[in-house]
């Protein structure tokens, strides 16, 4: 009798400890379109963040605790981002590596200011996201008017006296960025010779392509998502015109080879220089491949923004998201992307975009803009 007596208070004991340690983890979040039209970079988002945690962990944790992860689906639909944020603040998270569009971004890092959150974007780059002077953002990615820049310079460099048309899905990311990089050509003398928008979730674009082969348009810039520039490519060829695509850093995953097949060949976007080839990012990469998971697009961005988070909450010695800020716009972090520094806004100082060039294989290389 005595020691089942003894059995069951360890066991209770054994029971209360492990309570205790799980009540001690830190939860942090990471928040994308895990569904929807978006899914594919929710995926990466979320494959970073687990990655992340579970490295960061592995090396002892945040000020001796542990970290939990919590990932929310936004699905890429500004209300839906509106509530998870809500929740997140609601549940006094400290931290969230969200969110993916921008037209979700921007109204979630409202709620979190008003909840006291602090919020790093892996992939989020309309400049009104680090323009309203909120304290509790910060991005580890360029800006649309960054990106814009370095798609018009290849544009006037290589389509000179060719007719060029400018597309966008009407999204707060789609229009940005087809507005900056409009501004960008016309401030050089570059004019379009067609401006045009369309609605995200469309699915035929019969009317445009018509229009595109009207106008005898040789390259189409697109402001949106790789879905709906996946289908406007197919039936730019559908209808015989060879038209090149060209299109910003949503094109950075291989779910828009599958959507478009070989004709994909010969596709532009700008993106930043691989992670996965950063001295930085070699032993990172190789873990995720262990696990049969490529690291493109936004992945290691959201592992970058993870560690940025981590490193500043130990230097500052609390995970107090305002002391955590301060301390992220006062240091330089080393990331699997490299060293990173931000400015008084949250931006990077570090910027850098090329171009990359799609192969009828479904693989996707930087070219040197200089020597197209």
């Known amino acids: 009798m005595n020691s089942l007596k003894l059995i069951g208070l360890a066991f209770g004991a054994s029971l209360a400890l492990s309570s205790a340690a799980m009540a001690q983890d830190l939860t942090i979040a990471v928040a994308g379109p895990m569904t929807g039209g978006e899914s594919a970079f929710g995926r990466q988002m979320k494959n970073g963040a687990e990655q992340a945690v579970g490295d960061i962990n592995a090396a002892g944790g945040v000020l001796g605790k542990k970290l939990a992860l919590d990932v929310e689906d936004d699905a890429c639909d500004p209300k839906q981002a509106r509530s998870v944020a809500e929740k997140i603040a609601s549940a006094r998270i400290p931290f969230v590596a969200g969110h993916y569009c921008s037209s979700s971004s921007i109204p979630a890092s409202e ?18 996201f680090t323009e309203r002077k909120l304290w509790n953002v910060a991005r580890v990615c360029g800006r649309d008017d960054q990106q814009g820049l370095v798609a018009a310079e290849y544009i006037a460099k290589n389509y000179k006296g060719k007719n060029v048309a400018i597309l966008n899905d009407k ?3 789609g229009k940005g960025l087809a507005d900056e990089t409009k501004k960008a050509l016309n401030k050089v003398g570059f004019t379009e010779k067609m401006f045009e928008s369309y609605n995200k979730g469309d699915k035929d674009f019969n009317a445009i392509v018509s229009r595109l082969k009207r106008e005898n348009i040789d390259l189409v810039y697109v402001g949106g998502y790789h879905q709906e520039s996946g289908l406007i490519l197919r039936q730019m060829r559908d209808q015989g015109l060879q038209t090149v695509l060209m299109a ?9 080879a599958s959507i478009t097949g070989p004709a994909a060949e010969g596709t532009l976007f700008t993106f930043g220089p691989d992670p996965r080839n950063k001295p930085t990012a070699k ?3 190789e873990r995720f491949k262990a696990k049969g998971i490529d690291p493109e697009g936004y992945t290691l961005y959201t592992y970058a923004a993870m560690q940025v988070w981590s490193q500043a909450a130990a230097k500052a010695g609390t995970i107090d ?4 800020m301060d301390t992220i716009k006062g240091g330089a972090w080393d990331t699997v992307i490299g060293k990173m520094e931000f400015d008084s806004k949250g931006d990077i100082k570090q910027i850098d975009y090329v171009v990359y060039k799609w192969d009828a294989k479904g693989n996707y290389t930087e070219i040197n803009p200089k020597a197209s």
């Open 283 to 285: 032993s990172i990469v």
């Open 321 to 324: 998201p305002k002391k955590v």
């Open 111 to 128: 709620a979190y200011a008003d909840g006291n959150v602090l919020q790093i974007t892996p992939a989020s780059t309309n400049p009104l």
């Open 248 to 256: 910003g850093d949503a094109l950075a995953d291989k779910e828009f």
């Open 171 to 173: 999204t707060t990311y």
